[in-house]
């Protein structure tokens, strides 16, 4: 199994989910998000 690290663990894939992901990455940090969505950023 492989271990993946990130600094910023954003649940939910709204537009506030998408928001975050925006300014984490402006600040070069790691990010993953977690969505039941499968269509989640779409926006």
């Known amino acids: 199994m492989e271990t ?3 600094d ?3 649940i939910g894939g709204g ?3 998408c ?3 925006l300014y984490t ?3 070069d ?3 993953v ?3 039941k969505n499968p ?3 779409a926006l």
């Open 4 to 6: 993946l690290e990130f």
């Open 8 to 10: 910023v663990v954003i």
């Open 15 to 17: 537009p506030a989910g």
């Open 19 to 21: 928001s975050c992901d």
């Open 25 to 27: 990455s402006r600040a």
């Open 29 to 31: 940090l790691k990010t």
């Open 33 to 35: 998000i977690l969505d």
């Open 39 to 41: 269509a989640v950023g």
